[in-house]
Each structure stands twice: as C-alpha cells, then as structure tokens.
C-alpha cells in the first residue's frame, strides 16, 4: 500500500496555466485534459446532450459533468435546458467553441500522417466532391504554409519581460547552432 504525503499531493495537483503570457499555456487551462479535446470534437459531429457524450465515450458521469462544467465555464459550450420534468440541458459550441475546430482537424490531420500504423480510420473529405482534404495552417495574407522557415514567433505588443527574454534565449540559441555548422 502506498501513503500519499502532503508534497506528493502537491507535486500531483495540476498547474494553472492561466497566469503565464502564452496564448499556447492559456489554451491548454481550457482544453489540455484530453476528455474536453474529445467531447469538442463529438460536439462538432452534432453531440448535445449529455447521454449521447457519454455513450460516445464511455466516459464515467462525474467526470463527463466536470468536463462539461469546465468547457461552459471556458466559454467553449453553452448549456441550454431543453427538458423541464425531467430537467434536461444540452450542450451547444460556442463561437469560441466553434474556432475550435481548425485545432482538432490539425490534430486529426497530424494523428494520420503520424500515428496510423493499420491506416488511415478517419478522413476530413469535400462534401461536394468527395476529395479528401489535407488540411494545413496557412497564413492569410500570403496564403504561405506557416510551416514555412520564413515564419516564426516574436513578442506581441502585450509580451511582459519574461516572455521577451524567453524568445530572445530561443534567438540566440538558435544563432549558436546556424554559426556552429559554418
């Protein structure tokens, strides 16, 4: 039997991300627990309602009201009663909720290039055509993939002093290793 002490609770509860000044770090404090990422993602296929998220992903009630008491909290989901006796909510994307869909069609776009050894299950396809659709990330004014080297991360105009040094140790690291191979 093992006995939790007090510094290993501490050492397991999870870290807010909140009060960090990067949109990646508040992002995850959203929607990091993989049970939020995949109810996301059946709400996009037209889940609403708390039995269907639930059968989907045989996920265990509590934590299934948890999560979803996060994603409204979040602003991802908005609860609407449809049902008064017996009282009944369902689950509606948000606008916020809805801009989350560009994330988990790159995370199904890099699950299939990557983690698909017996093949590809899922497929993102043109409706009208039937095309399968390799979706990337491009950037709106040159239409470039911001994959692209040409692209990279700087400080915005909010960046506080950690994040400017942070990005400059990534700049002159990065300088070290272009001037190690000349």
């Known amino acids: 039997m093992m006995i939790v002490t007090g510094r290993m609770l501490r050492a397991m509860q999870r870290k807010s991300f909140s009060g960090m000044q990067c949109p990646i770090a508040r992002s995850l404090e959203h929607v990091g627990e993989w049970w939020s990422i995949l109810i996301l993602r059946d709400a ?5 309602r708390f039995d269907e998220f639930q059968t989907s992903l045989g996920i265990a009630p509590n934590m299934l009201t948890r999560r979803l ?6 602003g991802l989901l908005e609860r609407r009663r449809y049902s008064e006796r017996p009282p009944r909510d ?5 606008e916020r909720g809805r801009d989350f869909r560009s994330v988990t069609l790159a ?5 299939n290039k990557h983690l698909t050894p017996e ?7 043109n409706r009208d055509t039937g095309a399968v659709a390799e979706p990337v990330l491009v950037d709106r004014v040159s239409g470039r993939p911001v994959t692209d080297p040409v692209f990279r991360t700087v400080p915005g105009p909010a960046a506080d002093a950690g994040t400017r040094q942070r990005l400059a140790r990534r700049d002159a690291v990065a300088a070290g290793h272009e001037g190690a191979g000349a």
């Open 69 to 74: 008491k996060g994603l409204v909290e979040s």
């Open 119 to 125: 093949g590809i299950s899922i497929q993102l396809v």
């Open 44 to 48: 996009f296929n037209g889940l609403r």
């Open 90 to 94: 369902e689950y509606l994307l948000t």
């Open 107 to 111: 995370l199904l776009a890099w699950g």
